[in-house]
């Protein structure tokens, strides 16, 4: 669990940690919407710096923000050999025989990879200083409007909370089961390409089955709880918002509201 950052809670006292979920939910949807507003690489500027003042509020390492990153550089780069062999507009940036590199695949690849990026950090810094219970109780709050609707918001906040506290058990699971599988012989690096793909089925097959036990197991246990989604609630815990909360709100929207200008008027 050292290794891993995104879905881990990390128990500090900080101003970020201490802040209403519902509050940072919002700052990370507005966040997200600034994100592909097509502002340019300035327009990344502020979001970077929101960014880097939320780890410091938070008492969080940029290094532990980066190892979030980690499981996700293997489809960047493969992404980005696929825009430079598929992208053949722009200025033309290198050629080698049939080999060639155009300045909107370089571009592209990069706008994709710091989008991918920002998303992952600012999700690692929800996660890690909010208690998996205080997300479930904010998600469920501001999805309540849309019960009216017909929207069951306590079993979706419920399935997305159960889903991210996860994310660090599944993937220390598959380090275990990899760890165990190399010990038996099995070389998940080393090969040709038909041992390799034998070599992850003998890891995905395991990983299916410790998931769907964990799944079952995580049943029993909310039903001899006599856990029901469909009852009436009470909360110990009420949620109330402070003036922290509505700052990071603020400036939020202000960043979104900067980059629908940069967008607007093209700098």
Same mark, same amino acid.
């Not at 980690?70 to 062999?85: A, D, E, G, H």
């Not at 909360?245 to 200008?261: C, E, H, K």
């Given at each position: 669990?050292r290794?891993?950052a ?6 500090l006292?900080?101003i ?10 919002v ?6 919407i600034?994100i592909?507003?097509?502002?340019g690489f300035w327009?990344?500027l502020?979001?970077a710096l ?11 390492s ?5 190892r ?8 960047m780069?493969f992404l980005?050999?696929i825009n430079?062999?598929v992208v ?9 025989g049939w080999?060639?590199?155009y300045?909107d ?7 994709i990879?710091?989008?991918l #990026? =920002?998303?992952?950090i600012?999700?690692t810094?929800?996660t ?6 205080? +997300?479930t %109780?904010? &998600?469920?709050?501001?999805l309540?409007p849309?019960?009216?609707v017909?929207v069951?918001a ?5 399935m ?17 089961i990899?760890?165990?599988?190399a010990?038996?012989g099995?070389?998940?690096e080393?090969g040709?390409l038909?041992?390799?793909?034998t070599?992850?089925?003998?890891l995905?097959?395991?990983?299916f089955?410790?998931?769907?036990d ?6 029993n246990?909310m ?5 029901d989604p469909?009852?009436?609630r009470?909360?110990?815990k #009420? =949620?109330k918002?402070?003036n ?6 603020f400036l939020a929207?202000a960043? +979104?509201? %900067?980059? &629908? ?7």
């Amino acid at each position: 669990m050292r290794n891993i950052a995104l879905g881990r809670y990390m128990p500090l006292k900080s101003i970020v940690n201490d802040m209403d979920p519902r509050a940072k939910l919002v700052i990370l949807f507005v966040l997200m919407i600034a994100i592909f507003i097509p502002a340019g690489f300035w327009g990344y500027l502020p979001i970077a710096l929101f960014i880097l003042a939320a780890l410091k509020l938070s008492k969080l390492s940029i290094s532990f923000a980066m190892r979030s990153v980690k499981p996700m550089l293997f489809m960047m780069f493969f992404l980005t050999v696929i825009n430079v062999l598929v992208v053949k507009t722009g200025v033309l940036w290198f050629q080698l025989g049939w080999f060639t590199i155009y300045s909107d695949a370089v571009i592209q690849t990069a706008y994709i990879i710091i989008r991918l #990026t =920002l998303m992952i950090i600012l999700t690692t810094i929800l996660t890690a200083t909010t208690k998996p219970l205080d +997300l479930t %109780l904010g &998600i469920e709050k501001l999805l309540k409007p849309l019960e009216a609707v017909g929207v069951p918001a306590h079993i979706v906040a419920m399935m997305i909370s159960i889903a991210l506290r996860f994310i660090p058990t599944l993937i220390e699971e598959t380090q275990r089961i990899m760890n165990a599988q190399a010990s038996r012989g099995v070389d998940l690096e080393n090969g040709t390409l038909k041992e390799k793909i034998t070599a992850v089925l003998a890891l995905i097959v395991p990983l299916f089955v410790s998931a769907f036990d964990r799944a079952d197991q995580l049943a029993n246990a909310m039903e001899a709880r006599g856990y029901d989604p469909n009852k009436t609630r009470t909360r110990y815990k #009420t =949620l109330k918002m402070a003036n922290a909360d509505y700052a990071g709100m603020f400036l939020a929207v202000a960043v +979104l509201l %900067l980059n &629908i200008v940069l967008w607007k008027t093209g700098l």
